[in-house]
Structures are given as structure tokens and as C-alpha cells.
């Protein structure tokens, strides 16, 4: 395959990619200083406890996409301004809602999210429990069958 071909094939495999297969194959030319490792840390902590708004699912330490890219940086430059990371939470919920926390604080509405898979376990782990005795237990002679009508 010639090399036009080839970056032929790229250019329209790129094309046709999600935003972030995209920026998994993208080759990050800018060097990362390191900085301040306590700083660091912390960037990676609070970046994991947010979504990613394009790779769903993801948080946005784990998502290669630009935009996570870009919100980790707005993480770590407000972290460096000294506000915590309940704050630097609550910037991001007040722009995307709620939805952009990983996990949402069990309190209202979002207390079924933790609730109902409880309910749901218990409630299977009943039904078994109930078969389990149905299926294992003798059965009841049934007094009219058994007698002998003659």
C-alpha cells in the first residue's frame, strides 16, 4: 500500500471515528511538566469523580477526548487558586447539572440510585428462598385423592 493510500485510509478512518477514538489516535505534541505532585494528585482525584460530557461512562481522568483534556486543566488551575474540591464540584454541577458527577450525593430523587439495586437483590434473594422451599419441601397428602372410594 502506497503512503497516500495509507493517510488516505487514516484521514477517512479518522473521519468517521467517535470524538473519543479520535483523540486516543491524536499524538499530544505538547510536553507535561509535572508541577507540583500534591497538586497532581489532587487534579486526579477530583477529575476522576466527574464525567466526561462526550465519552459516556467516563470519567474525565480516564478519557482521552479534548474536552476532558480541557476540564481537567480548569480542575487543576482552580485547584491551584486554592478553592477545594468541593467547590471545583460544585463549578462543574452548577454549569452541566447533577448528571456530571460520577456519583451524585444520595439525598432526594438521586436516593433511588442506591436504593433500588438493594431492593432489587433482596427482593431476588426472597424469591429464591421461596422457590428453593417450594421445590425442596414434601408434598401435602391431599385427602381426597388418596382415599379409595369403594
Given at each position: ?9 487514516v ?10 477514538a479520535?483523540?486516543q ?14 497538586l ?14 462526550v465519552c ?27 478553592k477545594s ?23 432526594g ?12 437483590v ?16 414434601s ?12
Amino acid at each position: 500500500m502506497t503512503r497516500v493510500a495509507l493517510r488516505t485510509l487514516v484521514a477517512l478512518s479518522l473521519l468517521f471515528a467517535t470524538p473519543c477514538a479520535r483523540a486516543q489516535v491524536r499524538t499530544d505534541t505538547t510536553p507535561r511538566t509535572t508541577g507540583d505532585s500534591a497538586l497532581e494528585a489532587r487534579t486526579s482525584a477530583v477529575a476522576a469523580q466527574l464525567r466526561c460530557p462526550v465519552c459516556q461512562g467516563l470519567s474525565i481522568q480516564d478519557s482521552p477526548s479534548e474536552l476532558a483534556q480541557s476540564m481537567r486543566s480548569l480542575v487543576r488551575d482552580q485547584l491551584a487558586q486554592g478553592k477545594s474540591p468541593e467547590q471545583v464540584k460544585a463549578y462543574f454541577v452548577s454549569k452541566y447539572g447533577e448528571w456530571i458527577l460520577l456519583s451524585p450525593a444520595p439525598h432526594g430523587f438521586n436516593l433511588l440510585a442506591y436504593a433500588i439495586p438493594v431492593l432489587m437483590v433482596l427482593g431476588g434473594g426472597a424469591f429464591i428462598a421461596v422457590a428453593v422451599r417450594r421445590w425442596t419441601s414434601s408434598p401435602t397428602p391431599d385427602a381426597t385423592s388418596t382415599e379409595d372410594p369403594t
